[in-house]
């Protein structure tokens, strides 16, 4: 079952590349997706058919333009860092908790944290995640956690699991 | 007027970049630079995309423009992921500045930061 939605989000994705329905594109199109498929369908989501349901695409389209004005801050932010004379930076790794339990949610906070302001994941173990922070305001893990992470993990929740 | 917006949006990218170039070279380790390439040039090449999207809308290379934005933004923070991670076990040196590191002191046995004075 996996495979076969694998197979169709790829074969989408094709089309979308060529944009075009000339047949030698569609047959060239079938042989790569079936490869990609047969390689890498083993390493797609557990229960793909989850993530068709409304309210948890209602909650992706609200976290796009949070997590682009998140980024636009982070890069602000960096730009400042660097162009400030005295070069104000005060770096270091810090352990956060997160409350996130599946494989794909972890990977998009680890993936939402590297791009935001200051923080970079180094990397995940388990429930904790080791950030490397360029500005460390707690070296706590539960208020680090509540500073870095709390903000994504509200909508995450509600996407992925 | 959408084609000004766009080149708009593609000299604003330009100049993430660039800034992200200054921090490359500005920062003083390998972890401050790969937070400044990271952010800046993934924020600086999206922005590049979307405006070659406003530009030319919905025609073969708009929306290969839009689909190398979406592509762009999950796989770079891995590549920089991967970095890091890789540094790390490598034991490169942490600035001496650092105030932190909890990694190496719960995994690879003491913080891996530079001692003063080097």
């Known amino acids: 079952m996996r495979y076969v939605i694998y197979f169709i989000i790829a074969f989408c994705f094709w089309l979308l590349l060529t944009l075009s329905v000339n047949i030698d594109h569609l047959i060239a199109g079938v042989i790569v997706v079936l490869l990609a498929t047969i390689i890498f369908g083993g390493y797609f989501t557990d229960r793909p058919a989850k993530f068709l349901q409304p309210h948890r695409i209602f909650w992706f389209v609200i976290y796009i333009p949070i997590f682009l004005w998140y980024m636009v801050k982070a890069n602000i932010d960096v730009a400042y860092r660097a162009l400030h004379p005295e070069r104000p930076i005060k770096p270091g790794i810090v352990k956060i908790k997160t409350v996130l339990k599946t494989n794909i949610a972890k990977v998009f906070l680890a993936n939402s944290i590297t791009l935001t302001p200051g923080t970079m994941t180094c990397e995940i173990d388990g429930d904790y995640l080791y950030i490397h922070w360029i500005w460390v305001q707690s070296p706590e893990v539960d208020k680090a956690s509540k500073i870095i992470a709390s903000h994504f993990e509200r909508y995450l929740r509600r996407i992925f699991e | ?118």
Not at chain 2, 94 to 118: A, N, P, V
């Open chain 2, 1 to 118: 007027m959408i084609s000004t917006i766009g080149w708009i949006v593609i000299w604003v990218g330009v100049l993430f970049d660039l800034l992200g170039a200054i921090g490359l070279i500005r920062f003083p380790d390998v972890y401050n630079r790969l937070q400044a390439s990271t952010k800046c040039v993934t924020l600086g090449t999206l922005g590049i995309m979307i405006g070659i999207f406003l530009i030319k809308g919905f025609s073969p290379m708009g929306i290969k423009a839009l689909i190398c934005g979406a592509v762009l933004l999950l796989t770079s923070p891995v590549a920089a992921h991967a970095l890091m991670k890789g540094s790390l076990h490598f034991g490169t040196k942490m600035w001496k500045g650092t105030i932190l590191d909890q990694y190496g002191k719960d995994k690879l046995g003491g913080e891996q930061i530079e001692e003063e004075g080097k």
